[in-house]
DNA sequence: GAAAACATGTAACCGGTTACATGATTCT
DNA sequence: AGAATCATGTAACCGGTTACATGTTTTC
């Protein structure tokens, strides 16, 4: 249930309506948590409805309206009793792992193309964490911008640190991943070499 | 729907009962894909159903019986056919991260002691997938011997060198996650030594 | 005789996926 | 006028989790 831990960490920030938070969470919190709208919209519902949003209809051209949600206190310290909580580890289910340690069955040429499809995955996911990386040191991240604004100056370091932290993390996973996928295709061009 | 495939997969070696496969799950296949009881014995079912499997009733003791299954001539070519498919990749769903990135609003301890499991957490994994990259060198690895006995001698190289390449990656995972989360923890004291 | 291992499930629930559905506003 | 973006959902389905439930056989 870490979406909805996932939307206070935005809404704890600054109000926002669930379009914006859509688009968060197709960039930004997005590279560690996926969410699609079919699920925000109802949880922001769910979650109004346990106190720890409030949220306002705004009047949005001469037809439209937009509603605005902002963290109430009890959504704060729900929070925060949940940053002070153990992290629950997800049961692996690595469906690329699974698959390369059968690959004998598979022909060289899909076994190729898993392992390119794997260096090309993880380097889509670099090249965004990369590019969130460099925000950060450039001070061009709009959202951690908005954040260090509502954060008290002798807490701005921290703030900076373990969002470099995290993603300087996520990069040395998708490398890993990448260099682990080239060994693989040098792996099938070796035993189709060998023709045993 | 992998759990289907890493069914075939156990299956494709040698017939077995609901609660052999279970037994796998737990040790072998479950450090690539998890799965508990309550979800093998149904998809047993769902599989023999739909043709992928056959299944006989064995006599076990005195009243107790057992139920053999079998991967039919369908199942093997279902599954050389996924095997052939490129892999469905996932969304990112990484609670763990997640976390990191919001830890400014964590107690310094409560920050430590999420490290420092996640350190427990891997290691945990880690020293598991030694034992099997171990077995597998050692040859005592019982399902890779039953997989050879099956194996045409020709494609016995493959079938252990895509082994160890599996586990190879995953120890270098493991690995990396504990040294990023050894410098979370050295990434808190300095934090908190500056008492910024 | 007791404990460990063998053996097989059901039921309720929930988080997540996919597809569908609609309309307003702003920018070019 | 048309395209892009803003804006908000519903519905059916399914994979996975947690808890419950029960009985047999083998080993010590």
Known sequence: MSLRYAILALLAVQPMT????RRRFA?????????????IYPELKKMEHAGLLSSTSVVRGEHGSKRWYRITDDGTAEFRRWMNEPVVYRRVRDPAHLKASYLEWAEPDAARAMFRAHIEHFTGELEQWLQQAREIDGGASEMLSSRLEVTPAN???????????TYAGLIARAEQEISWAREGLALVDALDDAED
């Not at 669930?18 to 938070?21: A, R």
């Not at 960039?27 to 699920?39: F, L, N, Y």
């Not at 807490?155 to 932290?165: C, E, L, N, S």
């Open 155 to 165: 807490r701005r370091a921290r703030t900076i640190a373990f969002k470099k932290h």
């Open 27 to 39: 960039s930004s919190v997005g590279h560690v948590w996926h969410a699609p709208d079919s699920q």
């Open 18 to 21: 669930g379009y914006d938070l």
